[in-house]
């Protein structure tokens, strides 16, 4: 058994396989708990019960839900731009997908001769990739707006454009500091030095400072954790920043005119994109799967990166929860002066001092 | 941008006195004038020609400029923008409602958009007409105000006391104290409820979704305290001509007392979340503004009119069922936008409170419908004991009690404005005309002028704020 799943994990292109189903199994599994751990969460602060009946204090509930979409019959408009109309889910799906897939989860192990990251693909350039790909998801958005043939969705679409790429500046700039600093603990005075792969950046957050605060980037990088944070709800398209899909403005925004399964493929994916940027500013800033073991035995130890990560990422994604239940919408302008008049000047503050104060610590004062 | 603090003390002195009151720059005439225009579907409108009784529904249909004038009645078609030679592309008409989620009940706008900024608004109304105002003349008067008590929805018991105000002045009947006491009981305890729905839907039309279930949580208990009172929670037919259908249940003083309570407490709780909250005061200020003038123009009236200044709460100028021996005061707003309509409501709230409260201390004993045995069936013993009891009793409901000929008027302040109701008695057992005049309506016909060259989500804000109930609008 043990020579087989060696074998198996040996060879390149089946751990690549294996990798890919257990990242889909994975995000799913997570997006449906968090659309459950949302509605119990929001029914709480609300003086509710929430879900109750399917299973555990209703914890299979999205599964029904689910379930329930997959056998509805997918209702096509008169009026759609059938290719775009079907593509659009699809298209909001994958780069969420593929988001995850760069994330390291856990601690790399070794299976016999063979080193296996618990992280679908180990890119180099990571970070570029993230936001590439969040930037893709705009597009799923856009398209759904437009090709519904709808004046709701439309208006939705329009919104999208503007927005998501408005606070995909301020998110890009943000993670600049970042890639400095990263390059910075790598240390030397080479310039060349840096790094942009994911599982790198987790190990430099390695170590303490002073014996007892951990070694992750927040601690020099508020800043930028904040602003990070502001964009990524802005991008996933939370509330307040819910413009999109304003359902008391807007009914649906762009996803209005779909049904069954092609909208809860929509979604999921706004639920797996929440998961995705909590993950992405857990490894950047809060030391990814790094935490104490306590010296525990065996699997346990094994299994602690796993238990970190996520306990982490849903500390975020309660984050993420509690704003919604208690912040009003922002309205449309409002939302591009708080990117652009706010956000981006800030970031770009935070990146001139950072920068100033790097260069001066590596090469010295400028008289020197 | 306003102080907010410099609202929250806009309450008017109670002698009368003018409270500071200046009209914001927000382009009024202007706005007025495009109103105009749309209405008449003209340039230069020309009030006699083109104000026909279906007002908005009918305009002319080949002017340039007004794009909705070629729509007619309720037949919608956008088809003619591609026909109009234009740089405009991005002009389109939206339909929001009657189906949109946030047009409390089913209110259709019809907007005319560039991108997101409206150019024209305009409300059109009738999908819940029932013909409430016919089916009264059907009615006996006793039965009458089962059938008001269905238009405003909200606050049932505004339309039960000034049905009931109206026949007993036509009747010219005096009701014992304490069923005034219970009235006024009734009816403030019914506004701070209404209220509370509108703050509830307010919060949630901008997007603080826990704010309704919030305000759905308050008005529980003053629901379940209607109940036990008059056996419903809502369309009641409790408050009747001649006084009152029932007395007060027994312990009705501990649960106005933890009504008391839990509201005030409620009411510190959404301030606690609204009042600091950057959010809520941007999307608020500056935002669906009305001036005095234009609330005059309109016939608006209610918290909207005092939020833009206008120092006028019916209870204060034509008190009603003894309302001028309790005190309270008038909160005003200065600026006629969404926040200060805001502040005004939940001052309304408080002062409610306080009425109650001081109902609650003062309530008379006695009978709780009027001696008169005209309108007021004879007593159950009686029925027992007496044949002529009986008949009597079964005269009056089966054919009811004959009202002397003679028209009146009379208006009480609902929580959404001026609710009049106009009845007409031929001397007959049934009203000859009932005309009820709707503060919903008014209110509602003046939002094109809130709304014009404002964006979509200032749409739902400014909606929630007016706080139409459509069965008042349409009846």
Redesign the interface.
């Known amino acids: 058994m043990m020579g087989f799943l060696e074998d198996l994990l040996g060879n390149v292109f089946w751990q690549a396989v294996i990798k890919s189903v257990a990242v889909l199994v994975i995000i799913l599994v997570v997006a449906l708990l968090i659309v459950w751990v949302e509605r119990k969460i929001v029914s709480d602060m609300q003086n509710r019960v929430g879900p109750m009946r399917a299973g555990p204090f209703g914890v299979l509930q999205t599964l029904a839900d689910g379930l329930k979409l997959l056998f509805k019959e997918s209702v096509l408009p008169r009026k759609i731009e059938l290719g775009a109309y079907m593509a659009a889910p699809i298209a909001a799906m994958v780069p969420a997908f593929l988001i995850f897939m760069t994330i390291p989860i856990g601690r790399p192990f070794t299976v016999g001769e063979t080193v296996v990251t618990f992280q679908g693909a180990d890119l180099n350039v990571a970070l570029l990739f993230i936001l590439a790909m969040s930037s893709m998801a705009v597009y799923s958005i856009v398209l759904a707006g437009w090709a519904s043939g709808s004046k709701y969705p439309l208006l939705g679409g329009v919104r999208a454009t503007a927005q998501m790429i408005s606070y995909e500046a301020a998110m890009g700039l943000s993670l600049v500091p970042v890639i400095m600093f990263a390059s910075a603990q790598l240390g030397g005075a080479s310039p060349a030095l840096g790094t942009m792969s994911m599982s790198q950046l987790v190990e430099l957050q390695q170590g303490s400072f002073r014996g007892f605060i951990p070694g992750w980037f927040i601690f020099w990088l508020i800043p930028s954790f904040v602003i990070f944070f502001i964009s990524a709800v802005a991008e996933t398209n939370r509330a307040p920043f819910d413009l999109v899909e304003a359902d008391q403005e807007i009914v649906g925004g762009y996803h209005t005119e779909y049904s069954g399964f092609r909208f809860a493929m929509f979604f999921l994916a706004e639920y797996i994109n929440m998961f995705n940027v909590s993950a992405i500013a857990v490894v950047l800033f809060l030391g990814g799967w790094l935490g104490p073991d306590f010296g525990l035995p065996g699997w346990i130890a094994w299994a602690m990166p796993l238990f970190w990560f996520f306990l982490k990422t849903f500390i975020l994604v309660f984050i993420f929860i509690w704003i919604r239940a208690t912040l009003p919408r922002l309205r449309y302008d409002q939302l591009m002066t708080l990117g652009w008049k706010r956000l981006i000047p800030a970031s770009l503050v935070w990146l001139l001092l950072f920068a100033v104060v790097t260069a001066w610590r590596r090469f010295g004062a400028p008289w020197s | 941008m306003t102080d907010p603090s410099d609202v929250a003390h806009g309450e008017a002195p109670d002698n009368g006195a003018e409270a500071p009151v200046t009209a914001p720059e927000t382009g009024a005439e202007e706005r007025r004038r495009l109103h105009d225009v749309w209405m008449s579907g003209t340039e230069a409108p020309t009030r006699s020609g083109h104000f026909t009784s279906e007002a908005g529904q009918e305009m002319l249909e080949e002017e340039e400029g007004a794009v909705l004038a070629q729509q007619r009645g309720t037949l919608v078609s956008d088809d003619y923008l591609d026909d109009i030679e234009s740089d405009d592309d991005e002009r389109?008409i939206?339909n929001m409602g009657p189906q949109?989620?946030?047009t409390h009940g089913v209110l259709r706008l019809q907007l005319e958009l560039i991108?997101?900024r409206i150019i024209r608004a305009k409300p059109i109304i009738g999908y819940l007409h029932t013909g409430m105002e016919k089916t009264a003349e059907t009615l006996t008067y006793m039965q009458g105000s089962t059938n008001v008590t269905r238009m405003d929805y909200l606050s049932p018991f505004f339309n039960e006391l000034c049905f009931s105000l109206a026949t007993e002045r036509l009747l010219g009947v005096d009701v014992p104290p304490r069923a005034d006491a219970i009235r006024v009981l009734m009816t403030e305890l019914n506004r701070v409820s209404s209220h509370l729905v509108w703050i509830a839907t307010q919060?949630?039309?901008?997007?603080?979704?826990?704010m309704m279930?919030?305000g759905f949580?308050d008005r529980e208990p003053i629901l379940d305290f209607f109940e036990r009172t008059t056996g419903l929670r809502m369309n009641h037919n409790y408050i009747r001509p001649g006084g009152v259908a029932a007395d007060l249940p027994d312990g009705w003083r501990d649960d106005v007392v933890s009504i008391i309570d839990l509201v005030t407490k409620g009411v510190g709780e959404y301030e606690g979340?609204l009042n600091a909250?950057p959010?809520?005061i941007?999307?608020t200020q500056s935002v669906g503004v009305i001036t005095p003038e234009e609330c005059d123009a309109y016939g608006v009236t209610g918290p909207i009119a005092r939020a833009s200044g206008v120092d006028w709460d019916l209870r204060k100028a034509f008190p009603y069922s003894g309302i001028d021996q309790y005190e309270f005061k008038v909160p005003l707003g200065r600026h006629g936008d969404t926040f200060d309509r805001y502040i005004v409501r939940m001052e309304e709230i408080k002062q409610s409170l306080g009425i109650v409260a001081q109902v609650m201390d003062s309530m008379p004993d006695g009978d709780w419908r009027t001696g008169d045995r005209k309108v007021t069936p004879p007593p159950r013993a009686r029925i027992d004991q007496s044949m002529e009891a009986l008949i009597h009793h079964f005269k009056l409901f089966t054919g009811g009690f004959g009202v002397p000929a003679g028209e009146v008027y009379q208006a009480v302040e609902s929580p959404r404005g001026e609710l009049g109701m106009y009845l007409v008695s031929d001397g007959g057992t049934r009203p000859y005309r009932l005309h009820v005049r709707g503060p919903s309506f008014a209110n509602t016909q003046a939002l094109p002028v809130m709304l014009t060259d404002s964006?979509?989500?200032?749409?739902?804000a400014t909606l929630a704020s007016v706080d139409p109930v459509l069965g008042d609008v349409d009846r």
């Open positions: 389109q939206l949109h989620p946030s991108g997101e919060g949630m039309d901008i997007g603080a979704l826990s279930i919030y949580r979340i909250n959010i809520f941007e999307r964006l979509i989500a200032d749409v739902v």
